[in-house]
Structure formats: C-alpha cells, structure tokens
C-alpha cells in the first residue's frame, strides 16, 4: 500500500539528547513536510522540502534539523536547543508544492509523539 | 496576520443525529480550503478541498460549504455514527505570488466531535 511511514511512534528523550524521527513515503511525492501539534493549537510548520537536497524553514524551525537525500525520506531532528520539544509531530507528503496556493492535498503519516523526560 | 478560527471547541453528538461544524478564516489571498478528519492518534486524512468558485461539496455523510465573501466554510455531518469521533480540523490555502512557490497553509485548531450511542 502507499503511504507515509513514520517511526518511532512514541518516543522518549532525556534533556539534553538530540533525537531523529524517521519519515519515509512511498508515493512518489516531490513535496515533503514537517509539522508540529499541541494540544488546542493548529498545525504548525518546522520544515518542508520541495526536491532533493533542498528544504526551507517554516514557522518554527529553530531547534530543529532535516535533511533531504532521497525522494523518499525526509528525517527530522529534534536537537537539544529546542527547548520544549514535547509535542505530537506529523510528516506530510504532497505531489507538488508549486503551483497557486499549493493546491495539492497533503497525505499525512500515523504521527511520533515524542515526550522529554 | 493569517488566521483559521474554529468552532464550536468541542461537540458531544447521539449517533444517528447530525451536526454541523463552523471554520473563519482571514487567510488572504485565498486559495483554498480543506476539511480533515484526525483520529486519536492518528494523522489527519483530507475528507473535501474547495476552491474560491466552489460553494459545496460532499463525501459521502460529509458536506463542506464555502462562502468566500464572508470567509466561512461549515462542515455538515448526517447520520452519525461512533466512527465520526475524532478532531476535524479546518485548513485554508493562501496563494503565492508567480503560483511557483509553496502555499501556505493556515491550519485551525480542530473541532473534537465525540459520538455517544
């Protein structure tokens, strides 16, 4: 089936540490993102990328790495500046960013809630 | 400031009843507008996306509206049943100018729907 695999789903991380959460799809998607959810609040944007080796920075990038080699993976790093990294965080794929208004629907994965011990 | 406002925060709905959930947005210029539907847990799954010379559309029980001149859209739910729990989250596209660049998403703070037998 394609999709959108992210892991781990539920992960747990000591102050300090830098942790990678792993996105990979296998749509054939140009366009990949990251996003972060907290309770009561909209989805907000860290970081997306539109080809390979090239990715821009959202609405609340600081603290946060990612890096795009292949089409089909996008990984994000949670670092140790991120200073209240406990959240829900969402990987999306879409076919292409372009065009008016980004008219493409975004095909999200299963989610990784990470929690900071 | 590009914003989505939802409401109400949370519904309790009897199965077999319907419901109707409102979005506002002051997103411009506007593009489009998307309604997803977010299990517990899960990511959230496109259910209808409308462009500005759309005014409704329909999948299956679901039934999104548009009125772009006072910039509100009301996601209508017949016939529910216990599988309609979840968030529905409300999602309006701006447009780029020169249509090549990412379009900005502006996502609303979801709508928590709990159906009870």
């Known amino acids: 089936d394609g999709g959108i695999t992210q892991s781990p789903k539920y992960l747990f991380r000591k102050e300090g540490q830098n942790v990678t959460l792993s996105c990979e799809q296998n749509?054939?998607?140009?366009?990949m993102y990251w996003y972060r959810q907290d309770p009561g609040q909209g989805l907000r944007l860290i970081y997306y990328s539109q080809i390979v080796n090239d990715f821009q920075k959202g609405d609340i990038a600081e603290g946060y790495s990612v890096s795009r080699e292949k089409k089909e993976s996008f990984p994000l790093t949670v670092t140790s500046a991120q200073k209240n990294p406990t959240a829900f965080y969402l990987c999306?794929?879409?076919?292409?960013?372009?065009?008016?208004?980004?008219?493409?629907?975004?095909?999200f994965g299963a989610g990784s809630r990470l929690t900071v011990l | 400031k590009n914003q989505v406002e939802q409401s109400p925060q949370s519904l309790i709905i009897l199965e077999g009843k319907n419901c109707t959930l409102q979005c506002n947005y002051t997103v411009s210029p506007f593009s489009n507008l998307r309604w997803y539907k977010q299990d517990t847990g899960r990511g959230p799954v496109s259910l209808t996306i409308?462009?500005?010379?759309?005014n409704t559309k329909s999948n299956g029980r679901y039934t999104a509206t548009l009125d772009a001149d006072t910039k509100q859209s009301s996601l209508h739910i017949t016939a529910s049943q216990l599988s309609d729990s979840a968030s529905y989250i409300c999602v309006v596209s701006a447009s780029n100018a020169g249509g090549t660049s990412y379009g900005k998403l502006t996502f609303g703070q979801g709508t928590i729907l709990t159906v009870h037998p």
């Open positions: 749509l054939n998607h140009d366009a």
């Open positions: 999306a794929s879409s076919p292409f960013s372009g065009g008016a208004g980004g008219a493409n629907v975004l095909t």
């Open positions: 409308m462009t500005f010379s759309e």
